[in-house]
Every structure is written in C-alpha cells, then in structure tokens.
C-alpha cells in the first residue's frame, strides 16, 4: 500500500483514499461513509467534526462552523475568545479527523498526503490549504487541482488515450472547469478556468433571496437558526427538484404568537427561470475555459461532471445543450476527486502498480506586476498591468520581464505583484510587492522572475544586474500566510481540542441529526421526534453497548423514514 494518501478537502464534504492493490480506496467514517462534511462545532471541551457538527448548524448556529473553505488565506476567524479559529485550524480539524479514520482502517497513520485545491484558487488560498495540512501533522506533498485530478481518475479508468475531456466541477462554493488531452501516457491540462464563489450554496442563496421576497420576510430580523433553516430548507427543496418535477417549501418563523409558516410551491421550470443568472455564469465559464486552448465544443470528446451540484437536472440540461451530449457515465461526482488525489499520492510514492503517468498542469490566472506607462512625453501614469506569466502556460514555468526606474532621483523600484487579466491592475488581485534600491550606476535595470510550480505556488525573483542587489519573495499577500511559528502554535492550539471516542460518534451524530429535525418539524411530527429523542437518551444512560447500538440503528431507520415523508 502505498503510504501516501489523498485528500479532497471540499467546502462541503471532504474525503480520504488511499492507493491500495492497485486501486484508489476511499476511507469510511465512523458514520460509514465516505463524504465527512467540512462542518466543525464546539460543544463544552469537545469539539465536533462531520455530520453531527453540520447539524448543529441548526441546532447550535453560534458554535458551528462550515463553508470556511471560502475563507482560506484570509485573516477571518471563527469563533471568539480562546477558541477563536482561522479558516485554516478548522480545515486542520476536518483533516484530522479524516486521519482518525484512515489510521483505524489502515492499520497507521498516514503521515504524508496529496491535497486537492480547486484549480481556482489563489496563491494565498494555496498556501493556506498547504498550513492546514501541516497544522493537522502532515507533510503536504503535492497540491492538485481538483478538476486534474478528477481527470486523471476518469482517464485511468475509462480508457481515454487519444481522447479531450473536459471536467466541470461545481461543489457546494466552487466551479472549477479544465480541458484535458491524454495520449500515450501523458496527461495534458489545456487551460483551466473558475469562479471561487459559485456552487450549490449560490443556487441555495437564490432561492432564499426569492422565498422572502416572496413573503415579505425580514430575513435579517430573523435570528441565526432560522435563518440557517430556511437555507437548509432552500438546499432540501433544490435537491427535492434533483429527482423529482416539483417540491414545496416551508419555513415557520418568528416567535410564540407571532410565529407564522410560509410556503411556496417550486417546479423546474420555475428553478430554471429563477437560476438563470448563475447558469449564465457557469456557461460562461465552461465557454472561456474551450476558447482558451482554441477548441470547439464539439472537439470535447468526454464531459466529466463532478460534485454534488451536478446533479441539478438545470446544469445538466444546460451541459448537455451547450455540447450536445450526455455526460460520461460512471463517474460518481463525490468520489473522483479523492481517487484522483489517491492515484496523485501513489505517483508521488512510485508505486509499482501504477505505470508512470505524466501529468501536466496549467496556472490558471495570469500573473504580472504592476507599472506606469508613458501617457505623453515626460507625463507617467502608473497602475497598468504587465503581465508576465499567461493564463493556461504550462507548470512549472518561469518567466523573466525587466522593467527601469522612471526617474533619475529614483533610488529604490517597488515591483507590486498581481493576478488577474484586466489592463488595469487596480481591477487585478494584489499578491505582495518587493522593493529593491537601484544603485547610481548605469545600468539601473531590474529583472523580474517569475516561478510557478507545480502546486501552483509562485516565487518572485528580483535582481538589478547593476549592483548584484537581489530580493525573493515567495508571495505572502498583505502578511496573511502563515509562518511555521503560526503553523506549530496552531498545532498546539488544535491539540488541546478534544474529540469524542469513535463509540460515541455515531450516537452523538445520530441524536444531533434528530435535535435537528426536531426544531425544524411542528406539530405532531415534532412532539414525536421528542419523544424519539427522549427514549433514545434513557437508553443511552443505561451504558449497555449492544442495547445502545441496536436503538440507535432504529432511530436512524426512523429519522430515514421521517425524512422520505412516511410519518409514523
Ligand atoms: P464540495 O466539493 O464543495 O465539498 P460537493 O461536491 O460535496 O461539494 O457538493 C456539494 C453541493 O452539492 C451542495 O451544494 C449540495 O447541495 C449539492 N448536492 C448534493 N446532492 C445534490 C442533489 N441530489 N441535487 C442537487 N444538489 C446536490
Ligand atoms: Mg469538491
């Protein structure tokens, strides 16, 4: 078995496989199953990770923590006082978590993994995903891009020498969309495209927006539960469209006699209409990503779907419009991600049973400084954009611009450093800058490097070639990575956190699943949920093992059976 494992590290879910007997193996739970939500919740000294923590969202919204993918990198925390958390310490709990698991099923704890980023993301975001391995005891060894390794999962299953395919992946926060071509061994990112704040939640957001409107509901009145509700009750309807033509959405707020319940009918047809500014945004997408490597639709001779969100019969329809044909099947859009990053890791260990596959990548942004341009004689304006690595080059690469002073008086140059594609760097992402002095010489040139490797990690290189002054910068946007002093006292911060003993998990889970429903039932279904609850918990103080595992299997059933609708 290969010692390296794979981990998609998802805004909703994540995952963990490993490479085993020549195959990619995902790692179950302690619920038993492979998707563990990227939710954490603290509870007294505990702290909760997965699916009890995600249903604490409802029941305990101000101690609960999800969609912090979107905030890696960033100096937002989560959480106040001791327990005041960055984006990254809550990933490094998932992750730990996931490593609990693996540990149990694999005999050892993995030390060393592959993580996957959306293709998307920043280099700050990067690093930040990097900090979070090593927080949670990992040597990180490589980053790959979730579309790259989705396709490398669909290519080594399915056969797809001499074919292009195109991977679309739209979890719960992220698009991400990559082109790749496989021949002879060799897989071929073509040019890679996204958005960092589109998925699930946006269409969830959608119907949120429309359902108060609507109703006239002051939302932002509403307290923190039952705004979470009725997000998860927007996210129930959209999933109920998944299999079904029409849902109904119900949500009762306010409080004693001002508590009233709203409801509304949704079908397709509806969903479509409301959704079509984000179907816009996703065709958008997909389009820029086929222009970048000058293809035509219909030269894609596979479409991979990944992520949960693709299961909306909206996207799909739109997808299978736009090429003209069904997307592969076989493909499980939760799972290909991990098992790309499971092949990705047994690559990296070079295991024997997996015969060498070349991977190449692209960044996916370009990445230039910023400079002023001569607008008239002698009359300089600054903040245009120099760019100097391209969108969709081949990683690694390095690139080398040389830029000048604009006056004589000038005794240092700030190189500033940007990624994005307008003109203008004021509409770009800033990264950082360098300073360098320039020296008196004549020769008052500086050379600007670029590295990006292949984690999508970019180095700046500065030197005056006149005086021999060098500056290096591995980019640290606005002193937001963290070091390796934030990364050991991180580790000794999560450290103390405890989590619960595996016994435990699955009942806790279990009765945070069934607080949940309680508080989002009424009536008769609610009272009998409580007293669901209450057996369970008499049960529970009685400590007996088998009686425990037995009432907490019926519970589950009945949840399950409350869920489908079948009410007592
Ligand atoms: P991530 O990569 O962000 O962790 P996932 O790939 O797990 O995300 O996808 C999560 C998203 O998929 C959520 O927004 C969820 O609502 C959506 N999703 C999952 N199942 C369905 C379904 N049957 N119908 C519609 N959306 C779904
Ligand atoms: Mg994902």
Redesign the pocket.
């Given at each position: 078995m290969s010692s390296i494992i794979g981990i998609d590290l998802?805004?909703?879910?994540s995952l963990i496989a490993a490479w085993h007997n020549g195959e990619s193996r995902l790692i179950t739970n302690a619920a038993g199953s492979y998707?563990t939500p990227?939710a954490v919740s603290f509870d007294n000294d505990h702290v909760l990770i997965g699916e009890a923590a995600a249903n604490r969202v409802i029941t305990h919204p101000a101690e609960t923590f999800s969609y912090f993918k979107r905030d890696m990198g960033t100096p937002k925390r989560f959480g106040n006082g001791r327990k005041a958390l960055r984006a990254e310490d809550l990933s490094a709990l998932v992750i730990r978590q996931l490593l609990d698991d693996a540990e149990l099923v694999l005999g050892t704890r993995p030390s060393e993994a592959v993580i996957s980023v959306p293709a998307y993301f920043s280099d700050a975001q990067r690093h930040a995903t990097r900090a979070a391995g090593q927080i949670a005891g990992l040597t990180v060894e490589r980053l790959i891009n979730e579309p790259t390794a989705a396709a490398m999962a669909h290519g080594l299953h399915e056969n797809a020498d001499g074919r292009t395919i195109v991977v679309i992946d739209l979890?719960?926060?992220?698009l991400d969309v990559s082109v790749v071509e496989c021949f002879d061994g060799v897989m071929e990112v073509h040019a890679s495209a996204g958005d960092n704040n589109l998925?699930?939640?946006d269409f969830d957001e959608l119907l949120r927006a429309w359902f108060v409107k609507t109703h006239s509901i002051d939302y932002i009145g509403l307290e923190l539960s039952a705004r979470n509700r009725l997000v998860r009750a927007c996210?129930q309807a959209?999933?109920d469209l998944?299999s079904s033509h029409n849902t109904e959405l119900t949500i009762t707020a306010g409080k004693g006699r001002r508590q009233k319940t709203y409801t509304s009918a949704l079908d397709r047809a509806h969903f479509e209409k409301l959704a079509a500014p984000l179907l816009n945004r996703l065709q958008i997408v997909v389009e820029r990503a086929i222009r970048d490597c000058r293809l035509s639709l219909q030269a894609i001779d596979d479409i991979v779907l990944v992520?949960?969100?693709t299961?909306?019969p909206v996207v799909r329809n739109l997808i299978g419009r736009m090429f003209r044909r069904l997307p592969a099947a076989n493909v499980d859009?939760?799972q290909i991600v991990a098992r790309g990053a499971a092949i990705q890791a047994a690559l990296k260990a070079r295991d024997s049973s997996l015969e060498d596959v070349v991977l190449t990548d692209v960044s996916p942004y370009t990445l230039g400084i910023g400079i002023a341009r001569e607008t008239d004689r002698d009359q300089w304006s600054e903040g245009f954009y120099l760019p100097i690595i391209e969108r969709n080059s081949r990683v690694p690469v390095s690139r080398m611009d040389t830029v000048h002073p604009i006056s004589e008086l000038q005794k240092t140059v700030t190189v500033p450093i940007f990624q994005g594609e307008s003109r203008l760097v004021k509409n770009n992402i800033r990264l950082g800058e360098i300073e360098v002095p320039v020296g008196k010489g004549d020769d008052r040139s500086v050379q600007v490097r670029f590295t990006y490797d292949i984690n999508g990690i970019l180095e700046v290189d500065v030197e005056v070639p006149g005086t021999g002054e060098h500056r290096n910068l591995v980019i640290n946007s606005s002193g937001k990575m963290l070091s390796e002093e934030d990364i050991r006292k991180s580790l000794q911060s999560i450290s103390h956190l405890k989590v619960l003993p595996r016994e435990t998990i699955q009942n806790v889970t279990t009765l945070s699943r069934a607080e949940r429903m309680y508080e989002e039932a009424l009536g008769e279904e609610r009272s009998y949920i409580g007293e669901l609850i209450a057996r369970f918990e008499r049960i529970l103080d009685g400590q007996d093992p088998e009686q425990i595992d037995a009432a907490r299997a019926e519970l589950a059933q009945l949840l399950d059976d409350l869920d489908q609708g079948r009410f007592r």
């Open positions: 998802g805004t909703t879910n998707l990227s979890g719960g926060g992220t998925g699930g939640r996210q959209r999933h998944s992520g949960g969100a299961r909306m859009p939760d």
